[in-house]
């Protein structure tokens, strides 16, 4: 039998039984039956759930499941399967008119559908054919076969995108480039970042075979630069002599590997160790609009000499110099406390207490 007279000795049965009070496309519904494929339970939500609704469920649910975070790898393709269904308008309506079958390629024969307005399902297959007899190469070709009478697959869909994450350096983010990631099955993909791409963009792409791809991105931390969005934080050391009105002038390297020069302060100002600066201009790119770029921020750390070789008058001069009071500072006293020499490795060790501040809290 041909293709299309397959199809309309189809249709010309389904007419019949809808005449006899028979559903003949009947599948299992997400509506009024419950929520088969427990997707709204997965994420959490209720059936009048909004998109904002759901896209906030799956965020804060997928970072409790995640596996990377010792979190169940099944529970977690569940809530993907769940958001990538009742996160499009149009699958939704299929899944609650229809429940998994609806938005199933696997529930129909050939890996098709009447996409959005329901599946044929097995059961509906197996009446067609104690009805008409078995349809063979045509029936298949009809609904969803290769090409067939409508072409192109028939209503089928495609095989779902794969969701990787991987890593990539702030200095990729910068410039923007297209990376070869080999994947687990052995093909490869390229993958495309546009300048100013950041830590949790999704990027999708194709493998070599034509497979859909979904990666989501994982910034590295950077060895010189910390990004907050498009603006980057640096730290520019400066001898003390060029702190005190020396007028320091330090190069800057981007992370392309381009420098230029940057004056801190003009002659005669003094810098604070710690004290920042702001370059317009010299940040990352802006995403969607890489002629714009963010805020560079330097923070100024004064390298203090080891020590001073001083004669008292050479030492009164220095005071007078830094503004130190004519009675110095007090002798110490039987009690007081003594410092000892700390560095930056034992600070970093110690966390900062709940809502605690000081000067580097902004950048911790």
Known sequence: MRPAAALLCV????AALSRRGVDPVAAP?????????GYYAALGVSRDASAGDIARAYRRRSLACHPDKGGDAEQFKKLNEAKEVLGDAEKRRAYDRFGVAGVDPRAAPGGGGFGGAGNVDARTAAMFEQMFGSFGSAFGEAFGGGGGVFGGGGFGRGPRSRRFAITVSLDDCYAGRTLSVALDDGSRCRVRLQPGAAGGDVVRARTDGG???????REAPHARFRRRGADLLLDATVPLAEALGGGPVVRVERPDGTTFALALAPAGAVLKHGSLRAVEGEGMPVRGAPSRRGTLFVRVLVAFPADLALDDRERAQLARLLGVPREGAPAPRAGDRVARGADAAEWGRHRPPPGGGGAFAAFR
């Open 11 to 14: 249709l010309a049965g389904a």
């Open 29 to 37: 519904r997400g509506g009024g039956g419950g929520d088969d494929g």
């Open 211 to 217: 497979a859909a791809a979904t990666f989501e991105l």
